[in-house]
């Protein structure tokens, strides 16, 4: 981040600030390997069997956060023994995540 600038007159180096245009990145970072934009793929390939309809976060008082992830109704039946597991493997990324099905009304 410095570059050494050696004064004639003295042995002592100085440092000067570089430029913002030599700092940081070159390129912008695609929005496809965003860490938001990963996670949400990650997200989808856990629960490949169906399909996610609806995503809330839950933010507490104490300023933690739970996603809500709403899967397909159709599925409950065959995916509704695996909800735990989903939860465990999400939560390894460091995330609290509930996955549920939506309630249909009866009319």
Do not use: W
């Amino acid at each position: 981040m410095f570059d050494i600038v050696e004064d004639d007159e003295d042995d002592d180096p100085q440092y000067s600030h570089l430029h913002p245009q030599q700092c940081g990145r070159k390129q912008k970072q695609p929005l496809s390997q965003t860490l938001t934009n990963v996670h949400e793929r990650i997200l989808e390939d856990l629960v490949f069997l169906t399909e996610i309809v609806g995503k809330r976060t839950c933010v507490a008082i104490d300023g933690t956060k739970l996603l809500k992830v709403l899967l397909d109704f159709k599925d409950e039946t065959s995916l509704e023994y695996k909800l735990d597991s989903f939860s465990s493997v999400y939560r390894l990324m460091g995330k609290d995540v509930v996955f549920e099905f939506p309630v249909v009304a009866q009319e």
